[in-house]
C-alpha cells in the first residue's frame, strides 16, 4: 500500500525529448525549475492522481544478466545516494529515453524528473523518483482585451487531468531492484515504456502472488465449478474461498482445498486445472505464500454474486458468510412446470432506502 497524500516535490528538472526515427532532438534544461506555491499542487495531482486510481502492481529493475547493466537502475542508485545530483542525472535518463525512442508511433513530449519525499510505502516513509512523460497536447482558448472587443487566441498546452506516463521509484528493497509503480496511459507501443526505458518486471510480491492466485481460483469457478453444477454453487465456491484468504495470514494450498472444495472430483479437477494452467497465471511455485489483505478486499469487489435467470429474475447473494446462502435457498426441480425453481426463506421483507 502506497501513501502520496504528504509527498512534497523537492526538485523538479523538465526536459524534451523527440523521436529519433522521425530526426527530432532533445532538448535539455540547464537548470531545475522552481516551483510556485500555484504550481505545485497543480503538479502534485497531475503526476499522482493515476497512481491514486489504478490498482497496485509493483514492478523492478531487472536485467537478464546482473541488475548493474540495467541503466535506470544505476541511474536511481546515483540519486539516492546524493539527492542534490538529480538534475544532472535527469539529463542522463532524458538521453537514456531519447535512445529507446525509435518506434515511428513514439510521440515527442516533455519529460519531468522529481525527487520525492515523505512518501509511505508498506507503512515505511521513504524518499523516491519520479519521473513522467506528457506527450498529447490539447486544444484551449485564451481571451484578450483590444479595445472594445475581446480577442480569441487558439493555444496548445498540457492538460493537467491526464499524464501519458509516469513511474515512481521508492527508495525501498534496492537489492531487489527497487519497488516501481508505473503508468502508461497511451499504449502505442506497450514495450517502450516499460522495456525499453525502464526495463522492469512485475515485483511478486505478496500483492502479486495473492491477485494471480485469485484470478485463476475466479476463472477455475467458471470454467469448472459452473459447468459442472450451476451458478449458485460458482458464487459459493467463490465466496468461500475469498473467505479463506480474508481470515488466513498465510496461504496453505492443501488447506484451501480441503475448506473450500467440498466435492472430490471438483478437487481433483482443481489439481488438475492447476497443472494445466498454473503457467499462465505464473502460479507454477505457488503453494504458500502470505496474504495480502489488499488484494482480498479488492476480489471481494469484483465478485458478482447474482444469479440471472431466464425469465427476467435476479437473485443477489449479498452474503459476507456464504453457509447463509445454503441456509437460506434451495434449488429444486418442478416436474409439472418442467422448470427449475429456487426456494427462498426470510423473516421480513425489508423496505428499501
Known amino acids: 500500500m502506497i501513501n502520496l ?27 531545475p ?18 497512481f491514486r486510481e489504478k490498482e497496485e502492481n509493483y514492478y523492478q529493475f531487472a536485467h537478464d544478466v546482473d541488475l548493474e547493466y540495467n541503466e535506470m537502475f544505476k541511474f536511481a542508485n ?83 487531468s491526464k499524464l501519458d506516463k509516469g513511474c515512481i521509484i ?31 518486471d512485475t515485483f511478486e510480491d505478496e500483492n502479486f502472488k495473492t ?12 470454467d469448472v465449478v459452473l459447468p459442472a453444477e450451476d451458478k449458485k454453487e460458482e458464487v459459493m465456491f467463490m465466496n468461500r474461498s475469498v473467505n479463506y484468504f480474508a481470515k488466513n495470514d498465510e496461504f496453505q494450498e492443501d488447506n484451501f482445498i480441503n475448506e473450500v472444495i467440498d466435492n472430490p472430483d471438483i478437487r481433483a479437477e482443481f489439481k488438475n486445472y ?26 471481494r469487489k469484483k465478485i458478482k454474486n447474482v444469479i440471472n435467470l431466464d425469465t427476467n429474475v435476479q437473485i443477489k447473494l449479498d452474503f459476507v458468510n456464504p453457509e447463509s446462502a445454503e441456509k437460506f435457498l434451495e434449488k429444486g426441480w418442478d416436474e409439472e412446470r418442467q422448470m427449475y425453481y429456487y426456494l427462498v426463506y426470510f423473516n421480513k421483507e425489508q423496505k428499501s432506502n
Open 211 to 222: 491477485k494471480k492466485y485469485l484470478k485463476f481460483v475466479q476463472d477455475f469457478a467458471k
Open 5 to 31: 497524500f504528504n509527498t512534497q516535490i523537492e526538485s523538479l528538472s523538465i526536459h524534451r525529448v523527440g523521436n529519433k526515427s522521425r530526426n527530432e532532438e532533445f532538448f535539455l534544461s540547464e537548470n
Open 33 to 50: 525549475v522552481t516551483l510556485t506555491d500555484e504550481v505545485a499542487p497543480l503538479l502534485k495531482e497531475y503526476f499522482f492522481k493515476p
Open 274 to 299: 492447476k497443472t494445466d494452467r498454473a503457467e499462465r497465471y505464473s502460479i507454477e511455485d505457488l503453494s504458500s505464500f502470505p496474504i495480502a489483505n489488499n488484494a482480498v478486499s479488492d476480489m
Open 170 to 200: 521508492f527508495n525501498y528493497l534496492k537489492e531487489e531492484g527497487y519497488k516501481i509503480l508505473s503508468v502508461d496511459s497511451n499504449r502505442y507501443d506497450a514495450r517502450y515504456w516499460l522495456e525499453h526505458f525502464l526495463s522492469i
Open 78 to 160: 546515483e540519486i539516492f545516494a546524493n539527492p542534490s545530483l538529480i538534475h544532472e542525472v535527469s539529463k542522463k535518463i532524458t538521453k537514456h529515453l531519447f535512445d529507446q525512442s525509435n518506434h515511428p508511433h513514439i510521440k515527442n513530449g516533455e519529460v519531468y524528473v522529481t525527487y520525492l519525499t515523505h512518501l509511505s510505502i508498506d507503512n515505511q516513509q521513504v524518499d523516491a523518483i519520479g519521473i513522467f512523460k506528457s506527450e498529447l497536447k490539447s486544444d484551449f482558448l485564451q481571451f484578450e482585451e483590444k479595445g472594445v472587443n475581446l480577442d480569441m487566441i487558439l493555444q496548445q498546452g498540457i492538460n493537467l
